[in-house]
């Protein structure tokens, strides 16, 4: 079956590092996105990762572990703006039919303090 | 701009009040999706669409309608809303399945 995992919330001090893990468990992975969505807002793509290692994007990093079926997304120098959840999302090659499915985690709600 | 937009972005409505939710996207795209957003579940998917009169069902298509007549639009339908589809709504549209989404700002439904 199809199942992605990462913690439901996390908080973390202004200025910061944080690191939030998902896990997944899919029948054909074809690449992993991460995407940030801010409160009543539409979620915005922050990075795809679909080798092994890490990726980085200013203070956002995304590191991926196909063997071990386990993404993070480090975020750096947190600031205030970066409250929002975060949402793993696994490509999932077609079992049939030529489309390639995009299955998203319930997300991890970060609460940035001063 | 390259944008996705829906509407209406707020709708309170009755049970079985039939209702649309219309989605355009400006960026050529092929791909297009519907997604609900309901707290602790994450985004699932109601429908898809490959291509222009290319629809298929997600994982919750049950009480939902799509049709995809032309490229840059893909309306949500129900035909008999029920308080179990209150929910936040957004349409996704990108160049590869399972691509890159581009989501528009949302739709939140009331069904009373």
């Known amino acids: 079956g199809q199942n992605i995992d990462q913690p439901t919330e996390m908080t973390a001090t202004e200025g910061a590092i944080v690191q939030i893990n998902c896990t997944y468990q899919?029948?054909?992975?074809?690449?992993l996105f991460w995407y940030q969505q801010h409160a009543g807002e539409a979620p915005t793509f922050l990075s795809y990762n679909v080798l092994d290692g890490l990726e980085e994007k200013g203070r956002f990093s995304s590191f991926l572990s196909r063997s071990k079926g386990y993404s993070y997304l480090l975020l750096k120098e947190l600031q205030m703006k970066d409250s929002a959840s975060y949402l793993c999302a696994v490509r999932d090659l077609a079992l049939s039919g030529g489309y390639n499915k995009l299955i998203f985690g319930a997300g991890t709600r970060l609460a940035v303090h001063p | 701009e390259a944008q996705v937009t829906q509407n209406p972005r707020y709708l309170i409505t009755v049970t079985g009040k039939k209702l649309t939710v219309t989605c355009s996207q400006n960026m050529n795209h092929e791909y297009m999706s519907w997604y609900r957003q309901d707290p602790g579940l994450g985004l699932r998917q109601i429908y898809y669409?490959?291509?222009?009169?290319?629809?298929d069902k997600g994982d919750v298509p049950e009480g939902y309608k799509v049709s995809r007549k032309e490229k840059r639009n893909f309306p949500l339908i129900l035909e008999s809303p029920s308080p179990n589809q209150t929910s936040l709504y957004f349409c996704?549209?990108?160049?590869?399945?399972?691509?890159?989404?581009?989501f528009g700002p949302g739709t939140r439904l009331t069904v009373l």
């Open positions: 899919t029948s054909g992975f074809n690449g």
């Open positions: 669409s490959m291509n222009v009169e290319v629809t």
């Open positions: 996704a549209s990108s160049s590869a399945g399972g691509g890159e989404q581009f």
